[in-house]
C-alpha cells in the first residue's frame, strides 16, 4: 500500500543550471527503495498534481532525488530550503530487475540519468555506463558514476564535451565489440527507441525506464499509459504502476 510521508529537506545544491540535487530524511522510504523505483511528490503548487521524479539513491534514512525545473511543480520544488518537509507519496512503480548477469551497460540521457545511479552501485560497480547529455554545460555525476562503474563514457550531441555525437552510437559500436548480456537505459524517447531497436538488433535483453507524463501515480487514472505488444486488456500498459521499467520487447515506442 502507497503511504504518503513526510521528508525533511537535508542538503540541496544546484548542480547545473536549473537542475537540483535534493537529500531528504525518510526512513520507511529508504529502506523500501528498489533501484528505478519513483516518489511522487507533492510540490507545493497550484495545481495540487504531484510530480513524479526517480528516486536517484536511497540509504539508511536518506533518499536522493534529482530533478530539472522545467514548469510550475519542479519550479515550486526547487524553492524548498534545508530544514523544509517535503510530502511524498512513494516509492512507487516497478523498478529495474538485477539477475546474476556478467556484462552489464547502463545507458542514459539527460535527466534520466538520474534513476541509473543507484542501479550502478548495486551492479556492484561492474557495469559499463554511457552517459549523454546535449551539451558540456548540462553534464553532471560523471565522477560520481565513474566511481561505481568498470567505465564509464560521457558524450554531448553537439561534441563540446566527451564522445562527439549520440551517445546511443557509442554504445552501439561498443557492443559490436565487446561482450554485453543486459542493457539497462532511461532518457528521452529518440534515445530509449535507439537503444531499443540497438538491443534486439543483437539480441541483447533490455529494460528501459519511461518517463512518461503522469497523473496519480497509483493505477488508477490512465493518464500514462503506453502501448504494449499484447492484445485485449494489457494492450495498454500503465507507466506508473506496471513501469516505469519494462522489457523493451514488451512496450511499443
Ligand atoms: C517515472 C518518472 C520519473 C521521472 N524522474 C525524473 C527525474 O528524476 N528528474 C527529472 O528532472 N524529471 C523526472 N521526470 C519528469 C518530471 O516528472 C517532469 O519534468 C515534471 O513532472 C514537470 O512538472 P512541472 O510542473 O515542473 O512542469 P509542467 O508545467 O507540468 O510541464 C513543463 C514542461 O515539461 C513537459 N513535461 C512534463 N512532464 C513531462 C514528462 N514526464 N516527460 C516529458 N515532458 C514533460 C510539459 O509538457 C511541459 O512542456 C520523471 C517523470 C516520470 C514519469
Request: with cysteine; aromatic share 10%.
Amino acid at each position: 500500500m502507497e503511504q504518503i510521508e513526510k521528508c525533511k529537506v537535508i542538503s540541496k545544491t544546484e548542480i547545473v543550471n536549473g537542475v537540483f540535487d535534493f537529500t531528504v530524511e525518510n526512513e520507511n522510504i529508504a529502506k523500501k527503495t528498489k533501484c528505478g523505483q519513483f516518489l511522487h511528490i507533492d510540490c507545493g503548487d497550484k495545481s495540487f498534481l504531484r510530480r513524479p521524479i526517480s528516486i536517484c539513491d536511497a540509504f539508511d534514512d536518506k533518499v536522493r532525488f534529482i530533478f530539472e525545473v522545467k514548469g510550475e511543480g519542479t519550479k515550486e520544488l526547487s524553492q524548498k530550503q534545508v530544514g523544509e518537509y517535503i510530502d511524498v507519496l512513494g516509492p512507487l512503480g516497478h523498478g529495474f530487475e538485477i539477475k546474476n548477469y556478467k556484462n552489464p551497460l547502463i545507458i542514459g540521457g539527460g535527466i534520466g540519468i538520474f534513476p541509473l545511479f543507484k542501479l550502478a552501485k548495486e551492479l556492484n560497480s561492474n557495469a559499463n555506463v554511457f552517459l549523454g547529455f546535449r551539451n558540456k554545460d548540462r553534464v553532471c555525476m560523471e565522477d560520481e558514476f565513474d566511481s561505481v562503474s568498470k567505465m564509464c563514457i560521457v558524450g554531448t550531441d553537439d561534441g563540446s564535451y566527451g564522445y562527439n555525437g549520440y551517445i546511443a552510437n557509442a554504445m552501439e559500436h561498443y557492443i559490436k565489440n565487446n561482450p554485453c548480456d543486459v542493457i539497462f537505459s532511461c532518457g528521452p524517447m529518440p534515445m530509449l527507441k535507439a537503444v531499443k531497436g540497438i538491443a534486439e538488433e543483437n539480441g541483447i535483453e533490455c529494460q528501459i525506464s519511461l518517463e512518461q507524463r503522469m497523473g496519480c501515480g497509483i493505477g488508477a487514472c490512465l493518464v500514462c499509459v503506453c502501448e504494449s505488444i499484447f492484445e485485449g486488456t494489457n494492450k495498454y500498459l500503465r507507466v506508473c504502476k506496471n513501469g516505469p521499467v519494462f522489457d523493451s520487447k514488451v512496450v511499443k515506442l
